[in-house]
């Protein structure tokens, strides 16, 4: 409501952006995977589960303002940990799939196809293979397992591991576009490499770039890290703790010896 005259004008430069409110999240189910039995060769590998532990790992993309258009060449990135530094497998691949919560009806196959299930393994069922899962990993995680520091690390991004990237172009949309991809732990690699002891983290990594000719492009949030523990079953056969019936035999015997020691200090 001031009047201020004889002003002079005053030229300033503003830089715009055009932030695209996406976010990316992810989780893995089960978070803890588990090895055991014998060794196998690649050849040996008939069907999925020949080659170990299911993992299912589920990364969502959100859009939180508008309906996206393109601004360029969008795409979610998957670093799948394949295969270990050595050169062993680590987390096989057997399916991949991009689906939107409103289905566009446009393809979004995600490259490379080739990477996927390689060895053409037979798959399972998927109420076989839920039942199976659950089932697998209810009884064994119910042992109590004692807390363990993480020793070993394997991840793309520290060069403990070879990831293979899957890209996966992200078209308008909505809400949310949701990336599913199932897998076997490598149950061999860890039996030869880790046969117990050890406690294993393996990390897989998404991202979201863009590849548009716009300088002001700005993308917050964009990156996510999921986590699978690993554990030999050995481990918690030799860790689950001691049966209530050996602890109360322990505990009597001890009576016994200290009645034994005072009758003798007696006489």
């Given amino acids: 409501i001031s009047e201020q005259v004889n002003l002079s004008v005053v030229l300033a430069n503003v830089n715009v952006i055009i932030e695209l409110p996406l976010s990316v999240s992810g ?7 588990f090895y055991s039995g014998q060794v196998k060769g690649e050849s040996a590998m008939k069907n999925e589960d020949d080659v170990g532990s299911s993992v299912d790992v589920e990364v969502t993309v959100s859009n939180r ?6 601004l360029g060449s969008a795409y979610l990135n998957l670093m799948w940990p394949h295969e270990m530094a050595n050169g062993k497998w680590l987390l096989y691949p057997m399916k991949i799939q991009l689906k939107e919560k409103v289905q566009s009806g446009r393809s979004m196959e995600c490259s490379p196809v080739d990477a996927v299930n390689p060895l053409k393994l037979n798959t399972v069922r998927e109420d076989t293979k839920t039942s199976g899962q659950s089932q697998s990993s209810a009884s064994r995680w119910a042992i109590t397992y004692p807390a363990k520091k993480k020793d070993i690390v394997l991840d793309c991004a520290r060069g403990t591991a070879h990831c293979t990237i899957f890209q996966c172009p992200l078209y308008s949309f909505d809400q949310q576009v949701v990336l599913n991809v199932h897998g076997r732990l490598w149950n061999s690699t860890f039996l030869e490499d880790y046969p117990s002891g050890s406690a294993l983290e393996v990390v897989i990594r998404a991202n979201i770039t863009v590849k548009s000719s716009i300088k002001n492009l700005v993308l917050r949030d964009a990156t996510t890290q999921i986590s699978v523990m690993l554990y030999s079953d050995l481990d918690i056969v030799t860790h689950g703790g001691v049966p209530w019936w050996i602890i109360l035999i322990a505990i009597l015997a001890g009576l016994l010896l200290l009645l034994l020691l005072v009758c003798i200090l007696w006489k």
């Fill in 27 to 33: 989780e893995a189910s089960p978070n803890r995977l």
């Fill in 65 to 70: 303002g508008k309906s996206l258009r393109t």
